[in-house]
């Protein structure tokens, strides 16, 4: 089957920077869009983090078939969940 596990849950400290990851299964990256979304707690669904490129970076190795996000000099408010996700088609 079809799937994508996101790294297991980490605690940090403000200024600190974290890297996420995300283990691709079943499907190659190269033919769908990938991103990361996230949902703060009792908040809706972001579902595009592109505008928080300053402090977000999102890279991939399709060699590996892991998705990664970096986050830089983390705020209280970054606080979520975050998962990997993948377009339909």
């Given at each position: 089957g079809q799937s994508l596990t996101s790294s297991d849950s980490v605690v940090k400290k403000p200024?600190?920077?974290?890297?996420?990851?995300?283990?691709?299964?079943?499907?190659?990256m190269s033919?769908?869009?990938m991103?990361?979304?996230r949902q703060k707690p009792g908040k809706a669904w972001m579902h595009s983090m592109l505008s928080l490129q300053d402090q977000f970076s999102f890279t991939k190795d399709t060699s590996k078939?892991?998705?990664?996000?970096q986050v830089k000099s983390l705020k209280t408010e970054d606080t979520a969940i975050y998962y990997c996700a993948r377009d339909s088609q």
């Open positions: 200024g600190e920077s974290v890297t996420l990851s995300c283990t691709v299964s079943g499907f190659s033919s769908y869009w991103h990361w979304i078939n892991m998705l990664y996000l």
